[in-house]
């Protein structure tokens, strides 16, 4: 009913820079956070960054300054730049939404929502 749906990923060289966009759609009655989060070979996932429906960003230290969340709540995405790359941002990232959906037979129910995942790969 409700798909979260990422792309921009892909290949840059280090100190390089990306635009990832994520686009939810379905039956979604409203979105609160929306967020990225990372997962690198071999290691848990870990929030990159956040934002609120009011526009409030947060950050892992290890981005901030590099990394810019924005969202266009008209259009339901939420986009990730992220300049300045270093081999250390290489992972799978993973597009999150807490949203409150509209399903058949049960209502309005909120719950956190995850895209497929993009891959960034930083190398040279």
């Known amino acids: 009913q409700v798909q979260l749906v990422e792309s921009g990923g892909g290949l840059v060289q280090p100190g390089g820079s990306l635009r990832l966009s994520c686009a939810a759609s379905?039956?979604?009655?409203?979105?609160?956070?929306m967020g990225w989060y990372r997962q690198a070979p071999g290691k848990q996932r870990e929030l990159v960054a956040s934002?609120?429906?009011?526009?409030?960003?947060t950050y892992a230290d290890s981005v901030k300054g590099r990394f810019t969340v924005s969202r266009d709540n008209a259009k339901l995405t939420v986009y990730l730049q992220m300049n300045s790359l270093k081999p250390e941002d290489t992972a799978a990232y993973y597009c999150?939404?807490?949203?409150?959906?509209?399903?058949?037979?049960?209502?309005?129910?909120?719950?956190?929502?995850w895209g497929q995942g993009t891959q960034v790969t930083v190398s040279s």
């Open positions: 379905g039956s979604i009655v409203s979105i609160n956070d």
């Open positions: 999150n939404a807490n949203l409150v959906a509209r399903l058949p037979a049960l209502g309005d129910i909120p719950g956190d929502y």
């Open positions: 934002i609120t429906r009011g526009g409030r960003t």
